[in-house]
């Protein structure tokens, strides 16, 4: 196992923003491993969201989450949440064991040498995975009502290695007239939630964003989604999934697997995921398979 490394983000917040809930601790002693997850909220809110599946492995699995600086997730709020840079870096050298990753990390991640994911939220009772579409929108009171409207104008991506943030757009766009660079200038956001911000302020004409993380804006009431027009609209993409890294004991992936198949998601989880109640397993080349073609045609494009 990996020694933690000092990729912890700011400072620690207070214990009572989330912690584990009491429970007996399980026969023998837990086995650490460091979790990392991505920048997409803060400490706290991805504690609130995600305590619950967290509390649920400690318990279920027989495991001790911990940040990159060994500190227990059951006795600190202090989770950590990374750019994506640091994100593929921790898991890719196994500095992180336990990671939800978005979609578009994932080729290069498995490239790497590391597992394919292991669990995505779906539908217990269908089986069916979650996902999402890249759609690219703009104000719905703006004159734009097809993608040709936005050549020679102003289109939002988030950051480079974002899948429907950047690497979908550039893959599929020429498809519809619009070759990022050009057709339209290409501004990095920094994030979906900024590009559909700038997009409702006026900074963009239009913006490439996640469809799952642009409904979370409005079960959140961020944004009216009355107020946005969608343009264009990609098939379905796999959402942000888990990995384990390689150098996790066989044991113990079979216990971390086991249970998060069995954590039945929290009202407050259901609504921000709707129609997603439980962890699902990942067929990767099938369920990937449209990021993977994003995937293909972006290493082609750089050589």
């Given at each position: 196992?990996?020694?933690?490394c000092?990729?912890?983000?700011g400072?620690?917040?207070?214990?009572?923003?989330?912690?584990?809930?009491?429970a007996p601790?399980?026969?023998?002693?837990?086995?650490?491993l460091v979790?990392?997850?991505p920048r997409?909220?803060?400490?706290?809110?991805?504690?609130?969201?995600?305590?619950?599946?967290?509390?649920?492995?400690?318990?279920?699995?027989?495991v001790?989450?911990?940040?990159?600086?060994?500190?227990?997730?059951?006795?600190?709020?202090?989770v950590d949440?990374?750019?994506?840079?640091?994100?593929?870096?921790?898991?890719?050298?196994?500095?992180?064991?336990?990671?939800?990753?978005?979609?578009?990390?994932?080729?290069?991640?498995?490239?790497?040498?590391?597992?394919?994911?292991?669990?995505?939220p779906?539908?217990?009772?269908?089986?069916?995975?979650?996902?999402?579409?890249?759609?690219?929108?703009?104000?719905?009171?703006?004159?734009?009502r097809?993608?040709?409207?936005?050549?020679?104008?102003?289109?939002?991506?988030?950051?480079?290695?974002?899948?429907?943030?950047?690497?979908?757009?550039?893959?599929?766009?020429?498809?519809?007239?619009?070759?990022?660079?050009?057709?339209?200038?290409?501004?990095?956001?920094n994030?979906?939630?900024?590009?559909?911000?700038?997009?409702?302020?006026?900074?963009?004409?239009?913006?490439?964003?996640?469809?799952?993380?642009f409904?979370?804006?409005?079960?959140?009431?961020?944004?009216?989604?009355?107020?946005?027009?969608?343009?264009?609209?990609?098939p379905?993409?796999?959402?942000?999934?888990?990995?384990?890294?390689?150098?996790?004991?066989?044991?113990?992936?079979?216990?971390?697997?086991?249970?998060?198949?069995?954590?039945?998601?929290?009202?407050?989880?259901?609504?921000?995921?709707?129609?997603?109640?439980?962890?699902v397993?990942?067929?990767?080349?099938?369920?990937?398979?449209?990021?993977?073609?994003?995937?293909?045609?972006?290493?082609?494009?750089?050589?």
């Amino acid at each position: 196992m990996a020694a933690p490394c000092a990729l912890a983000q700011g400072n620690t917040a207070p214990p009572a923003a989330r912690s584990f809930e009491t429970a007996p601790k399980a026969a023998g002693a837990r086995y650490p491993l460091v979790l990392a997850m991505p920048r997409t909220y803060s400490k706290q809110e991805t504690m609130g969201i995600w305590g619950g599946y967290y509390s649920h492995l400690a318990q279920c699995a027989n495991v001790s989450l911990r940040n990159q600086v060994g500190e227990s997730l059951e006795q600190t709020a202090n989770v950590d949440v990374l750019p994506e840079k640091d994100l593929i870096e921790a898991v890719k050298s196994g500095k992180a064991h336990l990671a939800q990753v978005n979609p578009g990390l994932v080729p290069q991640i498995v490239a790497a040498g590391q597992p394919a994911p292991f669990a995505v939220p779906g539908n217990k009772a269908t089986g069916k995975p979650n996902s999402y579409k890249l759609i690219l929108i703009s104000r719905v009171d703006s004159p734009y009502r097809t993608p040709a409207d936005l050549v020679g104008k102003k289109i939002a991506h988030t950051t480079p290695t974002s899948n429907s943030g950047n690497l979908a757009p550039r893959a599929l766009f020429p498809a519809i007239g619009l070759t990022p660079e050009k057709n339209y200038e290409v501004v990095f956001s920094n994030g979906h939630e900024r590009s559909v911000m700038g997009v409702m302020h006026g900074f963009y004409d239009a913006a490439a964003v996640a469809s799952d993380l642009f409904s979370r804006m409005v079960v959140k009431g961020e944004v009216r989604g009355s107020s946005v027009r969608t343009l264009w609209e990609s098939p379905p993409f796999m959402t942000e999934s888990w990995i384990m890294t390689k150098d996790v004991p066989a044991d113990v992936q079979a216990r971390v697997k086991k249970c998060s198949m069995s954590y039945a998601f929290p009202a407050q989880l259901q609504k921000l995921l709707p129609g997603n109640d439980t962890f699902v397993p990942v067929n990767y080349q099938r369920d990937f398979a449209t990021v993977l073609e994003v995937y293909s045609k972006s290493q082609a494009a750089v050589k």
